[in-house]
């Protein structure tokens, strides 16, 4: 983007890399310490609405950067809504199946 000065995807970027892969790296580095956590229900509901909200958010991302304001923002809200619940179920699923863990190095 930097070399060929075209900035207008900087959102998208931004959102693929937060989103897509730091929140998601978090995510499943709880689920491997916590595996009882990572074979719920829940995570297999959190990890399908990121799955699918994630890619949705990012092609809305690019489609403001084409100026496409008008089907990016439906498609924005879809997405968003999907990462927002699946956030919320990634919550209850760590107060409901995460106990105290003690880790030796």
Request: avoid cysteine; charge should be positive.
């Amino acid at each position: 983007m930097g070399v060929a000065d075209l900035f207008q995807f900087t959102s998208a970027h931004a959102h693929i890399n937060l989103i897509g892969w730091v929140s998601l790296a978090i995510t499943g580095v709880i689920y491997h310490i916590f595996p009882v956590a990572g074979e719920s229900k829940l995570a297999k509901i959190h990890f399908w609405l990121m799955m699918i909200g994630v890619p949705l958010l990012a092609f809305s991302m690019i489609l403001f950067g084409l100026g496409q304001f008008g089907i990016g923002g439906p498609i924005s809200g879809i997405g968003g809504i999907f990462i927002f619940i699946g956030a919320i179920l990634f919550m209850i699923n760590i107060m409901k199946n995460v106990k105290e863990k003690v880790i030796t190095l």
